[in-house]
């Protein structure tokens, strides 16, 4: 199993910067794919940023391509999703995920293969 946790959620103004951090448990973290998901009331969850379980590859949505960064420390077991230039419309609450161990690193950017989920930290943006 794999345990997530999040911190650095906050309420900042728009155009301000946040780094949000997921440490994981287990002795997997190295051979896991993973991601930052967001959700809105009303709306689907989204996959944010995903990364490759050797860091070599990311993917982005579209909607924060250029502003947010994800990141990993493999040593650390930590996952970071660096935030910059936020929105009002980034406002949500973001959850770490995790694939199963071992899933082809190929997949790390497919969101139906997230199953570990951590309890979610408050974004929000005031304009």
């Known amino acids: 199993q794999v345990q997530l946790v999040e911190s650095g959620g906050g309420l900042v103004q728009a155009g301000a910067s946040l780094r949000l951090s997921c440490l994981a448990s287990g002795r997997t973290f190295s051979r896991t794919n993973m991601g930052w998901f967001r959700q809105v009331p009303g709306k689907e969850r989204e996959l944010v940023a995903a990364i490759r379980w050797s860091g070599g590859s990311t993917y982005y949505a579209d909607s924060v391509k250029g502003r947010f960064t994800i990141s990993r420390d493999n040593a650390a077991n930590t996952l970071y999703l660096q935030m910059n230039n936020l929105k009002p419309e980034d406002t949500a609450v973001y959850c770490c995920?995790?694939?199963?161990?071992?899933?082809?690193?190929?997949?790390?950017?497919?969101?139906?293969?997230?199953?570990?989920w951590g309890q979610g930290t408050q974004v929000t943006v005031s304009s």
């Open positions: 995920a995790a694939q199963p161990p071992y899933t082809n690193g190929d997949r790390y950017s497919d969101h139906r293969v997230y199953n570990y």
